[in-house]
Each structure stands twice: as C-alpha cells, then as structure tokens.
T-cell receptor, first 114, second 110 residues
Framework: GAVVSQHPSRVICKSGTSVKIECRSL??????MFWYRQFPKQSLMLMAT?????????EQGVEKDKFLINHASLTLSTLTVTSAHPEDSSFYIC??????????FGPGTRLTVL | KNQVEQSPQSLIILEGKNCTLQ??????????LRWYKQDTGRGPVSLTI?????NTKSNGRYTATLDADTKQSSLHITASQLSDSASYIC?????????FGTGTSLTVIP
C-alpha cells in the first residue's frame, strides 16, 4: 500500500521556538494532505486541509498564523508550529489522500515544548 | 449533521475472547467506510474498507460488517491477542470528505 512518512518522529523544543514537521507521500502523488492533532487518549482532531499549490483550509478554532502549512509539491506538505508553547505539545499526524478513495496516515510526530 | 459515533468508548477483554465494536453514522452521501487501528504513538493503519454493496469483509481475525440501510457498521475481533490493544477508528467517506469517529480504545489483558 501507499506510504506516508513524517519527519521528525519526535521533537523537543524550548518555548518560543518554531518547529517544522514534514509529511511526504513516498510512492504516490497527493493533491490533498491533512494535518491532525491528537492529545493523549483522545481522538484525532483535524486541524487543516492542505491543497497543493493553494492556501490551506483551517478548521474552526485553529490559528492559521500559528500553524503554518505549505504544500509546495504533490508529495510534500509541511506544518510549522510558530512560537511554540507547552500547550502545543501533542501528537501531530498527517495523511495523504489518493484522489478521495483513502487516506494514508503518517506515523506521527511527537512534539514536546518545554 | 454528518456524524460518526462509535461505541463503546473503551473496552477491556481477556486474551482469547472475541469482541465487537460499533460504528453508527449519519453521513450522506456515502462512498465507503473504513476501520483503522491506531497503536499508541503511531499513525492509524487501515484494516478494512466497506463500500455500499458490501455487507461483510474479513481481514484475518478482523471482520467488518456494514448495513447501509441502518447506517451501521461493526468490527468483530476474533480470538483477541495482546497486540490487538489499540484504538479503533471508524471513518466514513462521502467521496470528497472524510468523517472520523471518536474511536474505541481496546485493551486486551492476559
């Protein structure tokens, strides 16, 4: 099946710094990628939908200036958490859409902000 | 309103026992329904996909059913193993949008 990778898998940073997370579709082109956040023992929460070559669509309550999304190519989307704070500590997961049939999920990135 | 509800929220069973997880949805239109397994600290992995015309589909010890008339799906796990401990997520696809259930947390104990 299709493979989606994320990098890094784990990151620890100081409060106030910015962190970039990459999501890549390795063997297929994804015009649409999704970014999720998941807190411990909770379900996935969709943050934004990333479309190649256009601005991302953010879910209600998600600050677009804090969570910058760039979908520069058909195989790469990036999420940058700007000026990260401890409350941003979470598990961030991306998924890529193969033309609307299925979402393939990345392995996730554990962000810890000190 | 398009919704996907899963039950139970959490479940603890003894190793070797069977269990059934439920997914009820109000999503329309319907394209397909997937069950995902998410291990702690990992991304979700697809178990089965059900289309409108399919009533049941098996993947090893996992068997999914779909009743498109009542908009219900179930995931039956047979002879559970410790490695089945995970969250199980039901996702309904309209064809251009995905709706996620809140998941069922399954714990299999020895």
């Amino acid at each position: 099946g299709a493979v989606v990778s994320q990098h890094p898998s784990r990151v620890i940073c100081k409060s106030g710094t910015s962190v970039k997370i990459e999501c890549r579709s390795l063997d297929f082109q994804a015009t649409t990628m999704f970014w999720y956040r998941q807190f411990p023992k909770q379900s996935l929460m969709l943050m934004a939908t990333s479309n190649e070559g256009s601005k991302a669509t953010y879910e209600q309550g998600v600050e677009k200036d804090k969570f910058l999304i760039n979908h520069a190519s058909l195989t790469l989307s990036t999420l940058t958490v700007t000026s990260a704070h401890p409350e941003d500590s979470s598990f961030y997961i991306c998924s890529a859409d193969d033309l609307g049939n299925e979402q393939f999920f990345g392995p996730g990135t554990r962000l810890t902000v000190l | 309103k398009n919704q996907v509800e899963q039950s139970p929220q959490s479940l603890i069973i003894l190793e070797g026992k069977n269990c059934t997880l439920q997914c009820n949805y109000t999503v329309s239109p319907f394209s397909n329904l997937r069950w995902y397994k998410q291990d702690t600290g990992r991304g979700p992995v697809s178990l089965t996909i059900m289309t409108f015309s399919e009533n049941t589909k098996s993947n090893g010890r996992y068997t999914a059913t779909l009743d498109a008339d009542t908009k219900q799906s179930s995931l039956h796990i047979t002879a559970s193993q410790l490695s089945d401990s995970a969250s199980y997520i039901c996702v309904v696809n309209t064809g251009n949008q995905f709706y996620f259930g809140t998941g069922t947390s399954l714990t299999v104990i020895p």
